[in-house]
């Protein structure tokens, strides 16, 4: 059996499709896309709940990828897992979703540090990680494109020298989801979760070293909708 894998804008309609036709909204599909990530991160490793001394860190930026972040955050919290969230872009930046999500997690009491323009950064994510046995990468997704600017780029660097896992939500930032090129600063994660299907860039060899141990995270979607988009696309020669 042939597996479908999606490009970045069959990505978009996926999710558009999904919430206009489907009825689902977009903060189910994101709360399923962040519930769906500690699944497979508690299933990695189940021996982090309820051990304060090895606790995750989340890395967020501004979009979509953040708010999957905040969803992470809260259903770790749920569980029983010590979390951090450490805002990369002030909170004022948030919109749609993602700031919906900011704003619930704000009133839960998962720490929110926001380093968003600040100097030294690497020092200050060294002082924030003492505990830290996993660190979440949410800070860019399927849409971004090209060299990641500052500030995540130091937080990518800062990340891929750190001794402790890495987790990439969706895709790791810097790898692009067409063409499986990195940026001259991509992350490398142990373990990638994406969304719905394998992305296109997945299969490139250049992809490889970034990707880790590979999980597709299902966010609710019907699966007729993941053919359809992508038998839809084959058919005009997309």
Same mark, same amino acid.
């Given at each position: 059996?042939?597996?479908?894998?999606?490009? =970045?804008?069959? @990505?978009?309609?996926? !999710? /558009?499709?999904? *919430?206009?036709?489907?009825?689902?909204?977009?903060?189910?599909?994101? $709360?399923?896309?962040?519930?769906?990530?500690?699944?497979?991160?508690?299933?990695?490793?189940?021996?982090?709940?309820?051990?304060?001394?090895?606790?995750?860190?989340?890395?967020?930026?501004?979009?979509?990828?953040?708010?999957?972040?905040?969803?992470?955050?809260?259903?770790?919290?749920?569980?029983?897992?010590?979390?951090?969230?450490?805002?990369?872009?002030?909170?004022?930046?948030?919109?749609?979703?993602?700031?919906?999500?900011?704003?619930?997690?704000?009133?839960?009491?998962?720490?929110?540090?926001?380093?968003?323009?600040?100097?030294?950064?690497?020092? =200050?994510?060294? @002082?924030?990680?003492? !505990? /830290?046995?996993? *660190?979440?990468?949410?800070?860019?997704?399927?849409?971004?494109?090209? $060299?990641?600017?500052?500030?995540?780029?130091?937080?990518?660097?800062?990340?891929?020298?750190?001794?402790?896992?890495?987790?990439?939500?969706?895709?790791?930032?810097?790898?692009?989801?067409?063409?499986?090129?990195?940026?001259?600063?991509?992350?490398?994660?142990?373990?990638?979760?994406?969304?719905?299907?394998?992305?296109?860039?997945?299969?490139?060899?250049?992809?490889?070293?970034?990707?880790?141990?590979?999980?597709?995270?299902?966010?609710?979607?019907?699966?007729?909708?993941?053919?359809?988009?992508?038998?839809?696309?084959?058919?005009?020669?997309?």
């Amino acid at each position: 059996m042939t597996t479908l894998t999606l490009t =970045r804008q069959q @990505s978009r309609e996926i !999710d /558009a499709l999904a *919430i206009e036709r489907y009825g689902i909204p977009g903060m189910v599909l994101m $709360e399923n896309a962040g519930r769906g990530v500690v699944d497979v991160l508690l299933g990695v490793e189940p021996g982090i709940v309820d051990e304060p001394a090895r606790s995750v860190m989340i890395l967020c930026g501004k979009g979509n990828n953040a708010g999957d972040g905040f969803v992470i955050a809260r259903h770790l919290d749920i569980r029983g897992v010590s979390v951090k969230v450490i805002l990369l872009a002030a909170a004022v930046e948030l919109r749609g979703d993602a700031r919906t999500n900011y704003e619930i997690l704000s009133h839960s009491q998962v720490p929110i540090v926001d380093l968003s323009g600040v100097g030294e950064l690497a020092q =200050r994510l060294d @002082s924030e990680a003492v !505990d /830290a046995a996993w *660190i979440v990468d949410a800070m860019l997704g399927t849409g971004a494109r090209g $060299e990641p600017r500052e500030p995540l780029a130091t937080a990518i660097r800062w990340m891929n020298a750190q001794p402790r896992k890495r987790l990439a939500v969706d895709l790791p930032s810097g790898l692009d989801c067409d063409t499986g090129q990195p940026a001259a600063i991509t992350v490398r994660a142990d373990i990638t979760c994406t969304f719905v299907a394998v992305k296109q860039g997945f299969s490139a060899d250049s992809a490889h070293d970034f990707l880790g141990e590979l999980h597709v995270v299902s966010i609710g979607t019907p699966p007729s909708l993941l053919d359809e988009v992508v038998t839809a696309d084959d058919a005009l020669g997309k």
